[in-house]
T-cell receptor, first 110, second 111 residues
Framework: GQQVMQIPQYQHVQEGEDFTTYCNSS?????IQWYKQRPGGHPVFLIQ?????EVKKQKRLTFQFGEAKKNSSLHITATQTTDVGTYFC??????????FGAGTRLFVKA | AAGVIQSPRHLIKEKRETATLKCYPI?????VYWYQQGPGQDPQFLIS???????DKGSIPDRFSAQQFSDYHSELNMSSLELGDSALYFC??????????FGPGTRLTVT
């Protein structure tokens, strides 16, 4: 069945360093969404990418969708302690079924 | 702004019992999703409804059933509960296939 792999599983950074998490799908996606989940909280929607090669920015966050629509990345520039949490990608192949990656848990040391 | 409401927030049941989880989507959202999240794991898609019809099915056990009612709220019914069913259950709502807004979750503990 459809799988979405996400790496790394954990990332420890010093405040001010950059951070990147990568997702790779076993099948071509119609769209990919990114969510952030704080410890004890619920997933919060960050962005949705639909077009091949799409790049979107939200302040210090940059999201990319691969040309083949099978991979995606989230890059955070100059991390802050408020960035801590788990970042999930979630892929969709056209229906409503949404497959989440395993998530990357980000730790930021002040 | 109104968010997704889930009830109850916490539920403790014994093995072989039955549980019902409720979800009230954001007003005017026509799609509801149910997810199961174990400790340290990603949300696992269980089932979704679009305009009160089941739209997609994931890894939902046969012991579980769900429906979406005329007022768009949804209920997840879980029978013959097992220890392994202990998890956080999230409901999310959306407009069609747009971004999903998650509720606070129901923490189910089966003893």
């Amino acid at each position: 069945g459809q799988q979405v792999m996400q790496i790394p599983q954990y990332q420890h950074v010093q405040e001010g360093e950059d951070f990147t998490t990568y997702c790779n799908s076993s099948t071509t996606l119609s769209n990919i969404q990114w969510y952030k989940q704080r410890p004890g909280g619920h997933p919060v929607f960050l962005i949705q990418l639909v077009k091949s090669g799409e790049v979107k920015k939200q302040k210090r966050l940059t999201f990319q969708f691969g040309e083949a629509k099978k991979n995606s990345s989230l890059h955070i520039t100059a991390t802050q302690t408020t960035d801590v949490g788990t970042y999930f990608c979630a892929g969709n192949t056209g229906g409503f079924k949404t497959i989440f990656g395993a998530g990357t848990r980000l730790f930021v040391k002040a | 702004a109104a968010g997704v409401i889930q009830s109850p927030r916490h539920l403790i049941k014994e093995k072989r019992e039955t549980a019902t989880l409720k979800c009230y989507p954001i007003p005017r959202h026509d799609t509801v999703y149910w997810y199961q999240q174990g400790p340290g794991q990603d949300p696992q898609f269980l089932i979704s409804f679009y305009e009160k019809m089941q739209s997609d099915k994931g890894s939902i056990p046969d012991r579980f059933s769900a429906q979406q009612f005329s007022d768009y709220h949804s209920e997840l019914n879980m029978s013959s509960l097992e220890l392994g069913d202990s998890a956080l259950y999230f409901c999310a709502s959306s407009l069609g296939k747009a971004e999903q807004y998650f509720g606070p979750g129901t923490r189910l503990t089966v003893t």
